[in-house]
């Protein structure tokens, strides 16, 4: 296996998940009769640009297929996020009824709505054609393409140069990513702006984020890399923000070399100079990454199996895909979990890949009342914690597994 970006033989394993189904391959009751896939989950670092990466072991156009089951609107806390975000950018561009917005990697038009809202034209690309259905309700233009250098050059020659292109974690799921920034070189409008946002390496490691590790991304960042692949490609990184979404995340604001217009901030130089000074310019950061991942997976299946010995019940909440690397990799089945919650109607009434728990609606937490509540996607612990603050009426407590096993 060769660096995706720089071409260096890999060498130096980061992380070794074993094997395991697509995060995101919920299954049918009918498909539990049938074979089921694993893939190898083990990650490499480079020792050259420090990529942490793993190889395409199942093919991107087979992950964002027809029936993807991720769907953003269904997390108020992401919608608030976007619109936040869509406020702020709008003041700082100047962007109005002249302008042209471009999201790639759009989902449902969780993001685009509200720049509709606002009367700024915009379009979205993306892959999957349950998403894009969803985004054209809303009345969004969405091309169903993944994106790269032939797309970006058949809609520049359409005209279509927009000057702002958003692409908010999507950077991790492309497979090519030098194809990938090459095509927001050409198609960003000479005075244009991208911003994109993805989980930062660093929050990862020092957060013992194993769970955010999954087939369908392919890649995982520092400023330090991502900053040598856009250079690498003729943008500048002007600008970037630290953010606490998806457990610590970075916007990068990116621009054309030639345009010298927008100065390069402080905080990309602070941020790089933090990174050195953490370590992530040394093979040793990368190296002690499993013990801290076995600890989790060790504590988890403890207090799993004393709850079955002790007649406690245990369910589940959000059926996220990093829930189901930590479920895949503890070996965790329903037999110690008895259901997962999910308010998405599009994995009610499905299984989890691998475990085979069952995914139901919210209800099932009020009949079947049970002791502990295991919060998969612990990001968004506030929302989901005072969303099911009924339970406090018969006890249950909840239980956050990352960075450590810890009972609310």
């Known amino acids: 296996m060769r660096c995706r970006f720089c071409g260096n033989p890999l060498t130096h394993e980061f992380i070794d998940l074993a094997s395991a189904p697509p995060s995101n391959s919920f299954l049918t009751k009918e498909q539990l009769d049938e074979p089921e896939i694993f893939y190898p989950l083990r990650l490499m670092v480079c020792e050259k ?18 029936d993807y089951p991720y769907f953003s609107s269904y997390s108020k806390t992401w919608l608030e996020h976007a ?39 915009c379009m979205g690309i993306e892959p999957s054609a349950s998403t894009a259905r969803a985004a054209r309700k809303r009345g969004i233009e969405t091309l169903e393409k993944f994106f790269g250098v032939e797309l970006a050059e058949k809609l520049s020659n359409e005209g279509k ?57 392919f890649s995982y960042f520092s400023l330090h890399t991502i900053n040598r692949i856009f250079s690498s490609h003729g943008l500048v990184l002007f600008d970037v923000e630290e953010l606490s979404t998806h457990g610590g995340s970075l916007r990068i604001f990116a621009r054309h070399k030639e345009n010298a217009s927008r100065a390069i901030m402080p905080s990309v130089t602070a941020l790089l100079e933090k990174e050195a000074a953490k370590g992530m310019l040394r093979l040793d950061y990368y190296l002690d990454f499993q013990n801290k991942a076995d600890k989790v ?30 479920l895949n990799y503890c070996g965790v089945k329903k037999d110690l979990i008895d259901f997962v919650v999910d308010a998405s109607p599009h994995k009610q009434g499905k299984f989890l890949p691998g475990s085979h728990i069952p995914v139901v609606a919210e209800e099932m937490i009020k009949l079947n009342k049970p002791d502990y509540i295991l919060i998969l996607p612990w990001n968004l612990k506030d929302e989901i914690i005072n969303q099911l603050n009924y339970v406090n009426e018969w006890g249950a407590k909840f239980v956050l597994p990352i960075p450590r096993l810890e009972i609310v």
């Not at 640009?49 to 027809?66: M, P, T």
């Not at 003041?91 to 509709?116: C, H, R, T, W």
């Open 83 to 121: 619109k936040g975000y869509v406020d702020m950018i709008t003041k700082k561009l100047g962007l109005n009824a002249n302008s042209l917005v471009m999201e790639i990697g759009s989902n449902d038009g969780y993001l685009l709505q509200y720049f509709k809202e606002k009367g700024i034209p």
């Open 297 to 326: 997976k060790h504590a988890l299946l403890s207090f799993l199996v004393n709850q079955k010995k002790t007649g406690k019940r245990v369910a589940a909440y959000g059926a996220a895909a990093k829930g189901n690397t930590l």
């Open 49 to 66: 640009c420090w990529l942490v990466q793993i190889d395409e072991y199942k093919k991107s156009g087979e992950i964002f297929n027809k």
């Open 161 to 217: 140069k927009p000057d702002l292109i958003v692409g908010n974690n999507v950077l991790a799921h492309v497979p090519n990513i030098n194809d990938f920034v090459k095509g927001l070189k050409i198609i960003l409008k000479p005075g244009g702006v991208i911003t994109m946002e993805f989980p930062h390496l660093m929050c990862l490691v020092e957060g013992n984020q194993f769970d955010t590790i999954y087939h369908e991304h």
